[in-house]
């Protein structure tokens, strides 16, 4: 089984968790009307969104 491993982001001094889910995936492209796969890892614009 694959081990699930998740990442913290920290705001203003306190962790918050991750993680990518389909949710999150389907809410990006429904508001940019693109796929997350065309997301550049330099464009905070979308990056944010997708967060």
Known sequence: M???VNKMIKVNGKEYPCRILMGAMLRFKRQTGRDVSEI???DTADLITFL
Do not use: N, R
């Open 2 to 4: 694959k081990k699930i």
């Open 40 to 42: 550049s890892p330099t």
